[in-house]
């Protein structure tokens, strides 16, 4: 494979400054790109600006090990126990995917279709719900706020995020 030389304006500076401040929240999503605008959107509207972002295949659901990846779960869950740890987050958004009841097959998330081989729409929506429901329990610190959503497709493709689970940080003091 031949590499072609850089773009000169690829270096160039990028409009805005770093700042130092850390961030206020962890995001967890899928990678797929089909979402990212709209997920944008709505964690605009949800008043989160600066977060740490974790986008991986399967999103929230790699956090999961649903049935048989153990390994891989609780490498990512690692991870994101690092980024809380490291930059002092507070708050963290859960987001899995896929379609709604009766919405188009081709949005199921493409990472529990590798992880669930044959299973329907209906079948990888249950399994989310499951895993959903273990991430609210002992995977992070108590102090954290915790939001599940899932991203879901209609039938005439507009996008909903209809939020799974809810649960404010508890202090310790
Ligand atoms: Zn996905």
Redesign the pocket.
Known sequence: MAFERLDPAASASAPGTWRPEMPAGLVVA???GRHQEELDRFLRTLGVQDYDRVYV???A?ALSPSGGEHTRAHRMRTDCLFLIQAHQLERVFLFF??PAPGGPEPAV????QRKLPGRSAGEIAHQQDVDAAQLLHGVFPSHVSLHVYRIEVLPDSSVRFVLLHSAEGRRSH
């Open positions: 899928c990678s797929d295949p399967g999103g659901g995917h896929g998330c493409g990472d529990y």
